[in-house]
């Protein structure tokens, strides 16, 4: 019943999706063994770049794990992983100053920022209710349920897409900052690019794999009109 020629699409967007995930890990390992000519740490790194752009009062945490780091726009601050906040590597230089960016971005108030903030509660809302919709209708033949559950998976493939330009440019920044500042010399800098690039990877493969999800329930919505 579910089963769609699209899903042999979905498929191959998915093992692009494991290879991101792969790529992303092995990269990340490969340039944390490569120490950055400065000699910064992570925390340092991202210390110093935030008091640069106004944002002294944004606290560095560390917090447990592996490429876990984020930044916490409603408590404003900075999380960085173990390997990143105590590392001394174009990895974890390369990913705490990505995060920073994403500060930078809340600070200047980046417009894909703040639609991703003001649309996430109904995505969160959404990516619940849609599965739950979408199986209900296509078992019950309900076209009208299997509608309801498409909009709101649009929903999260809005956000998803959305996110792009975020990651993208919140590393355009990073790596900017980077090299303005000094932390980098000009050879690293190409290692910094793969750091980042394989990261933002992982977000092109996820966003994929939902349209290409999206795009088959909306060609079955439509055959099921037709007929």
Known sequence: MFFHPMDFLILIAFGLS???????NSTFNRFAEVPVSTGLTGAEAARRMLDANGLGHIPI?????????HYDPISKTVRLSDPVFSGSSISAVSVACHEVGHAIQHK?????????????PVVNFASGVAPILLIA????????LVLLGIIFFSAAVAFQLIT???EFNASSRARTLMVQMG????????????????AALTYVAAALISVLQLLKFVMI????RDE
């Open 61 to 69: 945490e560390h917090i447990p794990g592996t490429l876990t780091d």
């Open 183 to 198: 932390f980098i010399r000009n050879a690293e800098e190409e290692g910094v690019g793969k750091v980042l690039n394989a």
């Open 137 to 144: 209708g296509f078992l019950m033949h309900w076209m009208n």
């Open 108 to 120: 200047v108030a980046y417009p894909m920022l703040v639609a991703r903030h003001y649309i996430f």
């Open 221 to 224: 919505f439509a055959n099921s």
């Open 164 to 166: 792009l330009p975020v």
């Open 18 to 24: 494991l290879w991101a995930q792969f790529r992303v």
